[in-house]
């Protein structure tokens, strides 16, 4: 009874990881959709208020759930700090670039850039942790390096869009692997350090006659609407993440930059020549790799953990 009972309860947790994470992923994936309604507004302006009002809304949700030890902690210890600011650099030119991205045309390389993103954690992982890759990991990583040549070869330029927005956003969640803060939290201090400079650029815009904010309604609206937008998914995930094993969170990230792809194409009627196609194919190719490989390693590991138990009772 108390075995069937300990099933239900991890099949309900397991259940409601997937409605976090798919909720996080879908919202990445039309994420698009929304900030090309302002694509017309100043990058770093939409930047700016995404921060400003992530703030608020991160501060509510921590405040609300009492997780309030770890920004006091934070704020109290310069080498977390530190940490937590170069972190908060990187996503801030993440976004930046996102957003440009979007604005001008380039959704189709902004989804490739978020298929290449897993596979660049592998390769920081064996330039920053040592890891060694195996043949799975290599080959998957040498695929996503020919898709790149092929998409460069399609563009007649170096695709550095979709080689810049996976490398910082790699780089953030490395960084944010070595701080012992929580997910929503550390988000939340980030955003907070970044405030002095988010307000003092808005005053900038506004003082020069290019805000958009407070001109009108929509814009305004729109630009608070950044908060949400930006924390929501991030919140969705985190709680989809510790209620999920790692290779399912691994295959559902693939949500996103598919949705992206499909905006791009059926929404912002970009254009897909053969050539692009293919660069996509090696890409899809060496997800499938990758994506087969950490399933493996899973399954090795709970084979392995069953037999624990089993030796242990």
Known sequence: MGETTSKTIEYKTSLSGVYYAFGAFGLWAIAPIFFKQIGYINP??????????????????????????DIVRAFTT????FTLMGSGALITVNWVLFIWAISVGL?????????????????IGMVLLNE?????????????????VVQTIATGSIPWVAIIL?????LYGYVRKTVDVGPVQGFVVETTLMLPFSIGIAIWFASTGQAHFATNTFDT?????????????????????????????????????????LIAIFVFNETVTVLKLVGFG??????????????????RERAKAKK???KAL
């Open 132 to 148: 060694r890759l195996n043949r799975f990991q290599f080959a998957a990583v040498v695929l996503a390096a020919i898709g790149v």
């Open 221 to 261: 609206l729109m630009l608070m609407a950044c908060g949400p937008v930006t924390a929501v998914p991030l919140i969705l995930f985190a709680s989809g993440a510790r209620r999920l094993r790692y290779s399912t969170i691994g295959i559902m990230q693939y949500i996103a930059p598919t949705g992206m792809f």
């Open 282 to 299: 090696f890409i899809w190719l060496a997800l499938v790799v990758y994506t087969y490989d950490a399933l493996s390693a899973d399954r």
């Open 78 to 81: 310069p080498k977390l700090l």
């Open 44 to 69: 770093i302006e939409i930047v700016v208020h995404r921060a400003i009002w992530s703030v608020v809304v991160g501060f509510v949700i921590v405040v609300a759930t009492g997780r309030t030890g």
């Open 308 to 310: 624990h138990i089993a």
């Open 107 to 123: 959704t189709l390389e902004a989804s490739l850039a978020y298929y290449i993103n897993p596979l660049l954690n592998v390769v």
């Open 166 to 170: 996976p490398t910082t956003f790699a």
